[in-house]
Nanobody, 127 residues
Framework: QVQLVESGGGPAQAGGSLRLSCAAS????????VAWFRQAPGKEREFVAA????????YYANSVKGRFTISRDYAKKTVYLQMNSLEPEDTAVYYC????????????????????WGQGTQVTVSS
């Protein structure tokens, strides 16, 4: 079992930065791939970024590529999403999700593969 708790959301100005954290419980978290998804009001949940269990592979949605960076700290059992050059279109509730898989590639952008989800953290970007 893995429990995920997101933090770091809040208000931001366009062009600004935020860093989201996804803290996990569970001894085997190092074998989990982790992803960030987001859902804006009235829109479907969408993939943002993912990192493989080894940390050696990362994947991004085209809309955030070059602006967002996903990383993980195994000692702290935490995955981060560094968000730079924020845009109003980034406003959403951000969720982290984890799946015990050694897979990599675009497979990790599929929401249905993730067994564990956090409660979400709100990010609001104003222009």
């Amino acid at each position: 079992q893995v429990q995920l708790v997101e933090s770091g959301g809040g208000p931001a100005q366009a062009g600004g930065s935020l860093r989201l954290s996804c803290a996990a419980s569970g001894r085997t978290f190092s074998t989990y791939a982790v992803a960030w998804f987001r859902q804006a009001p009235g829109k479907e949940r969408e993939f943002v970024a993912a990192i493989s269990w080894s940390g050696g592979n990362t994947y991004y949605a085209n809309s955030v590529k070059g602006r967002f960076t996903i990383s993980r700290d195994y000692a702290k059992k935490t995955v981060y999403l560094q968000m730079n050059s924020l845009e109003p279109e980034d406003t959403a509730v951000y969720y982290c999700a984890a799946d015990r898989t050694y897979a990599s590639g675009t497979y990790l952008s599929t929401a249905s593969i993730y067994d564990y989800w956090g409660q979400g953290t709100q990010v609001t970007v104003s222009s």
